[in-house]
């Protein structure tokens, strides 16, 4: 089973359209899985039936018990978050400022501080409209430890799809350089990054492959709405000549991405066309790309 | 007045609004624009100015002290994100995983763990016409984005005082780094697009700033793509939407190039006059 995760680094650049397309394409071969948990969309082109859902408990938080409290206000004090503030005299925990270190409890004289396990989201198990598994995710309002519900999510869906004995994870990653980005990488054996010839998409990419390169994972590019700047698109194009990075297709502006998301479609259920065509051709090639790392 | 501007999802138009937003206004008052999308900044493609001041910004983590030593174990035990581990006779310390909490090290009975600081990123201080820049890269390979965003704001209020209009590009998203990006505005605009995952995202994003207790607007970017649902969303919520940027390949053109828009497009730059006005109104 081999592991293929679809980051962009730039939001918006199609990142989830092509996961989407890819999972579809995929279909009996593939498990999918969606570790974009901030903001997880491809359940709206996938259509999963949520038939198994579980809790997500990661990480603990302050909770000051009033009763036990004599508001000497030595947890405050050593709080280096600011999360302890006083209201109507009594010292309460700020949930959204507390990192859960846990200092404030274990230096409160009067034990009046627990730090009780966080409910920071739900994942689930779902089928979906192409009778293939996905395991995807909801991250709870400024939840911590997104990091966290990624690895969860994509270590199910790995020990799915070794279980269902498929070829193939597809993983739609989250966008950023950061800690759920880490977290959707670490493992991988391809990745493919969506970009778009703008001057941030050009400069997400090089600082998104920076990490790529890290964890020296092989990596393929798709060039999104390559005809909006063609000077930017051959500036990619000797970009990823250079670092060794497979171009796998441009795909034009194309106005079909939209009309095909507004209808809960992936594009190459609803094109007819060029990008239809690109799209699976795309697929191909990534599964050949794939298959050739050891 | 801090005006933050954010969005669920990524890629709806949050640089390109905050980027030509302060622009405009700046033709009419003090900006200061603030990149806090520390992990991919991108304001600064679109605002040219002279660079005022660069700091590079460190976080505060553990350093093990050998010599005093005594392997009690209590750090480990004292440390929750598993940054510091005893390791047969030696202490490792993970600095990306370590959230300067200080336990680990005021709690240690010998002072064996004292507090350095660690390089997470760069701040950068740009000023041009009336405007004022800063934005702060995250080193890669650094995981948390948190305390960079902190310190950025933190320098801002250092440096400018409150009559200035701040506006805050926000990172994508609804956790932590949001969060912080957003927690101290005065005023959030939200910016979305009229698709499936735009409205999705909107309302994750609406959750948040309700649980921040903020007054917030909306302003949908590519209008006339997609579809109503959106529009329909925000009038059954009675959620302003203060401006429609309309849908052309034009736009999409210009960003691309990193070139403020609002100089090229006039229908972009009436809907920064709406969003303009309705600014006004929130800081009376």
């Known amino acids: 089973m081999k592991e293929i995760v679809i980051i962009s680094g730039k939001g918006g650049t199609g990142k989830t359209s092509v996961t989407a397309s890819f999972g579809f394409l995929g279909g009996q071969d593939v498990v999918v899985a969606d570790c974009d948990v901030d903001a997880a969309d491809m359940h709206l082109l996938m259509k999963p039936d949520f038939a198994q859902s579980e809790d997500f408990y990661s990480g603990v938080l302050a909770e000051i018990n009033p009763e036990k409290c004599i508001q000497c206000g030595l947890c405050a004090e050593k709080c280096r978050f600011d999360a302890i503030p006083v209201i109507n005299k009594q010292h309460v925990v700020k949930k959204l400022d507390c990192e859960g270190c846990g200092y404030c409890a274990k230096i409160c004289p009067v034990e009046a501080i627990t730090m009780p396990e966080q409910n920071v989201g739900d994942w689930y198990i779902s089928t979906t409209k192409v009778d293939n598994t996905m395991v995807h ?5 400024g939840a911590e430890n997104s990091g966290k519900l990624v690895a969860k999510v994509k270590n199910e869906a790995k020990a799915i799809a070794e279980k269902q ?73 000797n970009f990823l000549r250079d670092e060794k990075i497979e171009h796998i297709a441009s795909l034009p502006y194309d106005e079909n991405f939209t009309r095909a998301m507004t209808l809960g479609k992936t594009i190459v259920e609803f094109d007819e066309g060029e990008l239809k065509e690109k799209m699976v051709n795309s697929w191909t090639k990534v599964k050949q790309l794939v298959n050739h790392e050891k | ?69 005594t392997l009690c174990g209590e750090c480990q035990k004292n440390c929750n994100f598993n940054a ?55 080193d890669v390979g650094q995981e948390q984005a948190v305390p960079l965003i902190g310190q950025t704001i933190q320098y801002i209020e250092e440096k400018f005082d409150d009559k200035a209009l701040k506006i805050y590009d926000s990172p994508p998203g609804t956790s932590c780094p949001v969060i912080e990006a957003t927690k101290d505005a005065d005023f959030i605009i939200l910016v979305t697009e009229p698709t499936p995952f735009g409205l999705h995202d909107l309302k994750i994003a609406v959750e948040t700033v309700k649980e921040l207790h903020k007054s917030f607007a909306v302003v949908i970017n590519r209008y006339g793509l997609g579809d109503e649902k959106v529009l329909d969303y925000c009038n059954e919520n009675d959620i302003p939407i203060i401006a429609k940027i309309p849908n052309l390949r034009q736009i999409a053109e210009i960003y691309s190039r990193g070139e403020l828009i609002f100089e090229q497009v006039p229908e972009f730059r009436d809907e920064l006059l709406k969003i303009s006005d309705y600014i006004k109104k929130e800081m009376d």
């Open chain 2, 84 to 138: 510091v581990i005893q390791l047969g006779p030696q202490i490792l310390v993970f600095p990306e995983l370590c959230h300067s909490c200080y336990a680990c090290s005021e709690l240690c009975p010998t002072d064996s763990l004292p507090m350095v600081s660690q390089r997470m990123g760069e701040l950068k201080h740009y000023s041009g016409n009336n405007i004022a820049f800063i934005e702060s890269h995250l």
């Open chain 1, 137 to 141: 995710a909801k991250l709870g309002i």
């Open chain 1, 165 to 237: 004995q498929k070829k193939f994870t597809v993983i739609d990653g989250s966008p950023g350089v950061g800690c759920p980005v880490v977290s959707s990488l670490s493992g991988a054996d391809f990745t493919v990054i969506v970009t778009e010839p703008s001057v941030s998409g050009f400069h997400d990419l090089k600082r998104v492959y920076e990490l790529v390169k890290k964890f020296k994972i092989s990596a393929g590019c798709i060039i999104n709405k390559y005809d909006i700047n063609q000077e930017i698109t051959d500036k990619i194009m």
């Open chain 2, 1 to 69: 007045m801090r005006i933050a501007i954010a969005s669920g999802k990524g890629g709806t138009g949050k640089t390109t609004l905050s980027a030509n937003l302060a622009a405009f206004l700046s033709k009419t008052e003090p900006v200061v624009l603030a990149d806090l999308d520390v992990e991919e900044p991108n304001s600064g493609l679109f605002i040219k100015g002279k660079l005022e001041n660069e700091e590079v910004k460190y976080k505060m983590i553990p350093e093990w002290n050998e010599e005093t030593c």
